[in-house]
């Protein structure tokens, strides 16, 4: 092993090098001891394994030793047998011999014959011995027979030995030469297990010796460097002694290093707080100018504008007869709206109208910064007007898939507030009430028949609270999904038909959202109110009595309440008829000061529903037209209109037509002359350059209404 050591400035260095070196060596030796004592500890394995076997050979030949020598006592008991019955095999012959001789004595019948018959003739004892001859012949053939059966046996018996003994022979000779066979491979594999055995050991040693070798070359290399290592080791004790000196001085020059950029960084906090303390003044005052400028935007918008979104027609309208689509859009103008009525030709215009292909988040996009001015203390209103089946609840609630302004509006609420974390810190509560026949239901509440109050409070302030009305802090999505769902049930289970209930009802979802900075210690609170509205469609007087009267009667006494103030509102009346409602009443800290109110009128494009779509355009189109800056003609009607019934709408105007919630329409020329307050000013002067090709079409259009068939209508 080679050892590189470079050339060090410094002998501290040196020695570690030749210090590293040594050690690596030893490293080195170690390893290759390690792996050869792992070798011999494999090849011990492999011996034990080759003796278990030669053990194993050695118990099968004694097996088959042992199989030998119960071969031979059987071969010795088939030699005996082998005696016995070549004894028999004598006995046989001295049978034969025996029978031989009878048979050869039977040879001689005619001499006994010839002296038979002599002694028959000559004497009584002649035939006494005849007889007796005759007697002892019989015996004889009887004996003779017996002996030849007996011989017959005999030699069937000796067959069948001389049979079992070739038999037996022939097993001798097959376990002879099976023993012979096993002798030989038992034989065969003694010898290649001795080679082996000789072959492994030897390999072993063999390698055994190279490795030692190689073992002693490394112990003479590490010895060597042993040696070169001790002046190293010197000069690394001389070394260490000067560290230990400096490490002494250490804490002192610690010390004094600390106390130093102690004082660079009180200096540099100092710096940065003056800085921050600088950031903070101005984030505050870009806050304000932010929210100045958003109040500004939406005060530019006008604090109450009237937008109109025309529904499309649906899959199951289509086939009727009626359903023809009479309502156009101007492709130069969004917020003009033609209407084709009896043959004629209606031009409407509003702040915005949404054609029915507008999506919900496009009507979204309309009112968020109304939603979001909720967050900077401000209060809000949003109504969907129009008549039953013209997609209020569309826009306000949508549909799962395609929700509309209400979730919409919570989740930018959400993740506004969340954008404004850590500085503010937000909570946003959630109700829902129902306005049916002017009483008030708490819709979240445990009893959705109870009915609630409207109470000023009683701190002097002024505000109104409605006590026992449920509030829930709503967090994230799966929250205003749990209250919505807890409101539509509650809605439900007080009435039989849900449908027809909720087009005679108004339903509110009522958001708080109040915040509170911490480092400035500021606080604001702002409340959007999403009013589902009743349906605006009149009653025929024959078609109404009982209580299908009095809900008509409810609904429209609130609508046009609502349009007397928003009418006293925008004209800014001195006196403003919210107690003419129950919705206003509610709304009244929404509805007045610097709130914002959008209203939505929803329109059919259905020929069948024109009339109502009328009706509806032209409450829009009066609520937007009313004139700012209170004048005293203005001021006297608002105040009649809340004291006593507006002639058009606090009286149900069962049969007459329209609806016309707002008795105020001030023609557009005097506007002009008027002091227009901004809120009104832009829409109308961006529409100016349009509006100027036809001037009786503005004329006409803020003229006063009495009917259907108003002087709107144009061929
Ligand atoms: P309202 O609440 O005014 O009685 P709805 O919101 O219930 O009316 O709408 C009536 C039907 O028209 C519903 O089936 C609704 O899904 C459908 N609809 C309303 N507006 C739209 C729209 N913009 N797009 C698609 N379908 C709409
Ligand atoms: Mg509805």
């Not at 919505?484 to 958001?511: P, W, Y």
């Not at 409340?527 to 007087?541: P, Q």
Request: aromatic residues 4%; negative net charge.
């Amino acid at each position: 092993m080679t050892i590189l050591i470079l050339e060090w400035s410094n002998p501290l260095n040196k020695s570690c090098a030749i210090h590293f070196s040594c050690v690596s060596q030893l490293f080195i030796f170690c390893s290759v001891m390690l792996h050869l004592s792992q070798d011999v500890e494999a090849l011990r394995g492999e011996l034990c394994r080759k003796d278990e076997e030669c053990r194993e050979q050695e118990r099968r030949l004694a097996a088959l030793e042992q199989q030998v020598q119960e071969r031979t006592g059987v071969i010795v008991q088939l030699q005996q047998q082998l005696e016995e019955a070549a004894q028999r095999r004598q006995e046989l012959q001295l049978l034969r011999d025996g029978e031989e001789t009878l048979s050869r004595q039977a040879a001689l019948p005619l001499q006994v014959k010839y002296v038979t018959k002599t002694v028959e003739v000559e004497s009584a004892q002649s035939k006494q011995a005849l007889i007796e001859a005759q007697a002892h012949n019989q015996a004889l053939q009887e004996q003779l027979s017996v002996q030849r059966q007996l011989l017959r046996e005999l030699e069937q018996q000796l067959h069948e030995s001389q049979r079992s003994s070739s038999q037996l022979r022939q097993q001798i000779l097959v376990y002879e030469g099976e023993m012979e066979r096993a002798q030989g491979q038992l034989e065969a594999e003694m010898q290649s297990l001795e080679e082996e055995k000789n072959r492994v050991i030897e390999e072993a040693f063999i390698r055994a010796e190279s490795e030692m070798k190689a073992v002693h070359e490394n112990l003479a290399g590490v010895r060597m460097n042993l040696l070169t290592l001790q002046p190293a080791l010197r000069t690394l004790t001389c070394d260490y002694n000067c560290l230990k000196r400096q490490v002494q001085d250490f804490p002192y020059m610690l010390e004094k290093a600390i106390t130093e950029a102690k004082q660079e960084i009180c200096q540099v906090i100092g710096e940065v707080s003056s800085a921050n303390q600088e950031l903070l003044r101005k984030y505050k005052r870009e806050m304000n100018l932010r929210k100045k400028c958003h109040n500004e935007l939406v005060r530019l918008k006008g604090n109450i504008r009237v937008l109109c979104r025309v529904r499309p027609v649906c899959a199951g309208e289509t086939d009727a007869a009626d359903t023809k689509n009479k309502v156009t859009f101007d492709p130069d103008d969004d917020a003009v709206l033609y209407l084709s009525n009896k043959g004629k030709l209606m031009t409407f215009e509003l702040d915005k109208v949404f054609p029915t292909q507008a999506t919900q988040e496009e009507v979204f996009q309309e009112v968020q910064s109304l939603v979001t001015s909720c967050i900077d203390g401000f209060n809000v209103c949003i109504f969907a007007y129009g008549q039953t089946g013209s997609g209020k609840t569309y826009t306000m609630e949508g549909v799962p898939e395609d929700p509309g302004i209400n979730q919409r509006a919570l989740r930018l609420l959400f993740s506004a507030v969340s954008e404004k974390k850590p500085d503010w810190d937000y909570k946003i509560t959630v109700s829902m009430v129902e306005i049916y026949n002017e009483t008030l239901r708490n819709l979240l509440g445990d009893n959705p028949n109870e009915k609630l109050d409207i109470k000023m409070c009683p701190d002097g302030s002024g505000q109104l609270y409605v006590p026992g009305l449920t509030e829930f802090t709503v967090e994230s999505v799966e929250d205003i999904n749990k209250v919505f769902d807890l409101g539509h049930m509650n809605r439900a289970t007080a009435c039989t038909n849900l449908n027809e209930h909720s087009s005679r009802s108004h339903a509110l979802l009522i958001v708080t959202v109040a915040g509170f900075n911490s480092s400035t210690g500021h606080r604001t609170s702002g409340k959007l109110n999403l009013v589902d509205l009743a349906g605006s469609e009149r009653i025929t007087k024959s078609g109404a009595e009982g209580s299908r009267l009095r809900e008509a009667q409810c609904i429209n006494k609130s609508l046009s309440a609502l349009g007397d103030v928003i009418n006293a509102l925008r004209s800014k009346h001195s006196h403003v008829p919210f107690r003419n409602s129950r919705l206003t009443y509610l709304l009244q800290d929404s509805l007045s000061g610097d709130s914002k109110t959008l209203m939505m009128v929803q329109v059919s494009p259905l020929e069948s529903n024109v009339s109502e779509s009328v009706c509806s355009l032209k409450f829009a189109q009066r609520v937007r037209s009313v004139e700012i800056g209170p004048s005293s003609s203005s001021r006297r009607q608002a105040e009649s209109s809340s004291t006593s019934s507006s002639p058009t709408h606090d009286g149900v105007e069962l049969d007459s037509p329209p609806v016309t919630p707002v008795p105020l329409p001030i023609s557009r020329a005097s506007s002009a002359s008027s002091a227009l307050s901004s809120t009104s000013k832009t829409p109308t002067t961006r529409r100016r350059s349009h509006s100027q090709l036809s001037t009786d079409r503005q004329v006409d259009r803020s003229s006063p209404l009495v009917g259907d068939g108003g002087q709107d209508e144009r061929s």
